[in-house]
């Protein structure tokens, strides 16, 4: 069943915390997506969720929602460790993610915690150890932990979200993914998500998803992979007009849009 595009965010007031529902209003999110109205009901119900949609759809707020009321509902304390994970393909998304949920978060009393490759890892297993309801991990730092740090509890885990599934197994992580998977307990809902889908991501749906599962798969007219409404343009420049060109351009657009920016090493941000 097709649900209504329009839909407005206050369908959801009396099905979610007031907490959540701030979260959502403060972010200035009025109107949900379709894949947002097709899944968020179902994440909610605690039943296992396939999506499919082009990047940009807003498949964050999607996952997010249900899982940040689970840990509502559950009353889950630091005490109890990992009840949420969301795997992301890259450091780059993990960060935006983890924006997403501490603003989510912002009214709630749980904990979150980022576990991302080149971090600094005995922080990250402090943190863990501690206890830490909703984590945001890429594969590789993930399974580390699972296997090397002893006394994270992630035996309570409620929720397991597979984000940008096509490109965690585009980068190879297909073998951390089916360990990652064999490591987590069985009792959990799952929520995978992910722009295109392939024999692999159908493996990857096979032993991580129930038979059951609501299966939402969002078709355009068209074969591109981002939403209509992203726009993209580029600039060719230069070596030593580039770091000018930025600067204007941040100066230009910081206060107005939020910005993320990419550079090809570890070296070259910390230059910038």
Do not use: W
């Not at 890429?138 to 699972?146: A, I, K, N």
């Amino acid at each position: 069943m097709e649900v209504d595009c329009d839909q407005s965010f206050e369908v959801l007031k009396d099905q979610i915390s007031p907490a959540t529902y701030h979260g959502i209003k403060r972010m200035n999110f009025t109107t949900m997506t379709r894949i947002q109205a097709e899944t968020i009901p179902s994440g909610l119900a605690g039943k296992d969720v396939v999506g499919s949609a082009k990047t940009g759809s807003g498949k964050t707020i999607a996952f997010l929602v249900p899982a940040v009321e689970l840990m509502f509902k559950l009353k889950m304390k630091q005490r109890n460790g990992c009840g949420v994970i969301i795997i992301s393909p890259t450091r780059e998304l993990s960060l935006q993610t983890y924006g997403v949920v501490q603003e989510l978060t912002k009214g709630h009393n749980m904990t979150s915690a980022l576990i991302i490759g080149g971090e600094n890892r005995s922080n990250q297993a402090e943190k863990l150890e501690k206890g830490v309801n909703i984590i945001v991990a890429t594969p590789g730092r993930l399974l580390d932990h699972l296997k090397n740090t002893k006394n994270f509890v992630y035996k309570n885990l409620q929720c397991l979200i597979i984000d940008e599934a096509d490109r965690i197994l585009d980068i190879g992580f297909e073998e951390e993914m089916k360990q990652i998977i064999r490591i987590l307990p069985k009792t959990r809902q799952t929520m995978l998500f992910s722009a295109t889908m392939t024999d692999k991501i159908t493996d990857l749906i096979n032993i991580s998803i129930k038979p059951t599962a609501v299966r939402v798969n969002i078709k355009d007219n068209d074969d591109t992979v981002t939403v209509e409404g992203l726009e993209h343009g580029y600039v060719v420049a230069s070596t030593d007009k580039r770091f000018m060109f930025l600067f204007t351009f941040l100066r230009k657009h910081y206060k107005t849009k939020k910005i993320m920016v990419f550079f090809s090493s570890c070296m070259a941000v910390k230059f910038y």
